[in-house]
Structures are given as structure tokens and as C-alpha cells.
């Protein structure tokens, strides 16, 4: 049986390589009933999750690691997060204007859905009162010039971090899978030239798992199937969820940025204000005196 929402760590205790492996079951399920979506498109959501669920290890403070693409194909925008407390999320927006043939539909790639544009890696630190130093929210924009995900972020980490990466992803309509290998900035006594032989090594061995192994086996046998003959050192495993970070207070907060000449119009058709969370459908209904309160009493109607 696959693993279920989980993310295993492991090294390489000969050279400096490292590796992580995570699959999503649960909280892909509790994403894709908020997305209900074509076949393809569902598969990429999933590709999106396990992707920021490998990125989130790279988490060192609070905070959250967002993996956004914008695009001019049917999907205008897809967007995965995770956060400190490995709670993940995901959003897919479809362009009203295009119409998918029923081949991109059943097996197009993330090139074909999105079109051209760009893909956005940021991560935000969250902000405490008892924090008193200065964390800068960082973003990395990635061309999105591979027809895979996973072609994208390798290019993105070869620019940005200057590690050779390699990825791999699968997804079906139960489990999301993300397979990451990384060479290391050399802290072993090693050989240059053997280090990367057993890079070589390591990642002709990773290149022979399948779409089937990632999805059906637990982490564990995947890796043992891969790297028997190889000293391989596994964590203990991250357990993720699904999670939305809405909130009564954040609509709140959004209420006040949108002006209050606009409150006034939406009093003045509806008297009251709904907002609904398009992450996890959640409603939030504010009447006329909640509105007028929060706005300090400078709502007219």
C-alpha cells in the first residue's frame, strides 16, 4: 500500500546526495473535492501539491511556501501551498474562453493546460509579535519553457541554487506522488570525481522507477527497490494534512482594503455581505451592523 500523506527525508551516507520522497492520499482527496476538474487538470493539482509538499522541508521559520503558475491555456491560474504546520492547499482557475479538446482534457501536460507564462515560487515568512528579527519574503520566477513540472523546478533549482536536481511526479485521481534527488554543496571527504560518478550512479538507479511504483508502493519498498545496494539513511517521516487557513478575521481584513464606497454598493443590493472561501467552500456572512462596526461606523446604508 502507498504511504499516506507523508514525507520521508533520506541520505546518501557516501557522497553528498539527498532525497525525498512524499505521497499525498487524504488531503489530495480533500483538495480535488473542492477542484472538481477534468482528468488532466486534476492530475496537475496533484503534481502541485506533492511538489510544494517536498519544497516545505526547506521551510526553516514559520511560514508558507507557495507554488503558483499563470498561464494564457485553459487553466489562467494553479496554485499550491504548505506551511510550517504541513497543512497543504491547492486552487485551480479555468479560463472560461478556451475550450479543451477531450485529449488535452484526459492526458494534457502542464505546457498544454497553462500555455504560455510563468511559474512562481515564493515562500513568506509569518509574522510575529514576538519575533524581533527580519525575515524578507522571498520569489523565484521560473519560465515555464518545460513541458513538466517537474522539468521547470529542475531548472529552477540548476539557476537559483545552483544544485543539480532532478524530479519526479505522479498523480491519479487517489494518490499524488513527488520524487526529489539533490546533489549536496560537498561537506563529505570525497573525491570530486567520485562524488558526482555517484551522483550518475544514484540517478540512473532513480530514473528506473515507474509511474505505478510511485503510486502503489509505500516509501520504504520504493526505496529499497531503487537503492538496495546503496547506504541509504531514512528520517522518520513528516505527516501532512489538509488545511485551509481561511479565517471570519482574514474576510474581515479583506473587507477593509476593498474601500468603503464599494461596502456601500454591496449593503445597498444585498444588506449584508457573503464571502465564500474558493479553497474549502467555507461561508462567512457579515449583516449590515457587523459591516458598519468594522468600518468604524462610515458605512452609510
Request: hydrophobic share 40%; aromatic share 6%.
Amino acid at each position: 500500500m502507498p504511504s499516506n500523506d507523508l514525507l520521508h527525508r533520506f541520505l546518501f551516507d557516501d557522497c553528498d546526495v539527498r532525497g525525498e520522497i512524499v505521497t499525498l492520499s487524504n488531503s489530495y482527496s480533500e483538495v480535488l473535492s473542492h477542484n472538481p476538474h477534468v482528468p488532466a487538470i486534476r492530475r496537475l493539482l496533484g503534481e502541485f501539491l506533492a511538489a510544494v509538499g517536498l519544497l516545505s522541508s526547506t521551510l526553516k521559520f514559520d511560514g508558507r511556501i507557495i507554488l503558483q503558475a499563470r498561464g494564457d491555456g485553459p487553466i489562467s491560474t494553479i496554485m499550491a501551498e504548505c506551511n510550517h504546520h504541513n497543512s497543504l492547499r491547492g486552487i485551480v482557475r479555468i479560463n472560461e474562453d478556451i475550450e479543451l479538446t477531450e485529449e488535452i482534457a484526459a492526458h494534457g501536460n502542464m505546457q498544454q493546460l497553462l500555455g504560455n507564462g510563468v511559474l512562481v515560487i515564493s515562500v513568506e515568512p509569518q509574522r510575529s509579535e514576538n519575533f524581533e528579527g527580519k525575515l524578507e519574503r522571498h520569489q523565484g520566477i521560473v519560465p515555464m519553457d518545460a513541458e513538466s513540472l517537474a522539468g521547470c523546478l529542475e531548472h529552477y533549482f540548476q539557476q537559483s541554487e545552483q544544485l543539480a536536481t532532478r524530479l519526479w511526479f505522479a498523480a491519479d485521481d487517489n494518490s499524488a506522488t513527488g520524487f526529489l534527488i539533490q546533489a549536496l554543496p560537498q561537506q563529505l571527504n570525497t573525491n570530486p570525481d567520485d562524488n558526482r560518478d555517484k551522483w550518475e550512479t544514484i540517478i540512473t538507479l532513480a530514473e528506473t522507477i515507474t509511474r505505478e511504483e510511485l503510486l502503489e508502493l509505500d516509501h520504504p519498498t520504493v526505496l529499497y527497490r531503487l537503492f538496495n545496494e546503496q547506504p541509504v539513511r531514512i528520517f522518520d517521516p513528516k505527516k501532512l494534512h489538509f488545511a485551509c487557513s481561511c479565517s471570519k478575521e482574514r474576510c474581515a481584513s479583506a473587507l477593509l482594503t476593498i474601500g468603503i464606497e464599494e461596502v456601500e454598493e454591496l449593503l445597498i443590493e444585498k444588506g449584508h455581505i457573503d464571502i465564500d472561501c474558493q479553497f474549502c467552500n467555507q461561508h462567512y456572512h457579515f449583516a449590515a451592523d457587523e459591516v458598519r462596526k468594522l468600518l468604524g461606523g462610515n458605512v452609510l446604508h
